[in-house]
């Protein structure tokens, strides 16, 4: 069990790699991952936005399925959007917070 424990942890490593396009923060530091599976090189990915209204959701998702694709055992990646549970600075990673607090955005 461990060994796919540390199977998924590497896509959430690589995952730190894509960013909000609205914030330098990470889409896992910002929490928008729920889960992520892996089966016979298939990605299954579980992940909300901020807000309904996202202009950015096309582009992340883009971004993500771009990122995870690098990986040579990957060969394609379904990304499920969900609403529920709803996204809330809670999600937010303390590096996340962090930088937000860096650049003036309270996330508290």
Known sequence: ??????????YWDALKEVNDPEFPISVVDMGLIYHIQINEGVINLTM???????????????DIETRLLKEPEVKEVNI?????PPWTVDRMSPEGRERMKRWGVSSK
């Open 80 to 84: 499920e959007v969900v609403w529920s």
């Open 1 to 10: 069990m461990e060994a796919v424990a540390d199977n998924i942890q590497k």
């Open 48 to 62: 909300t936005f901020t807000a309904v209204s996202c202009a950015c959701m096309d582009w992340i998702k883009e």
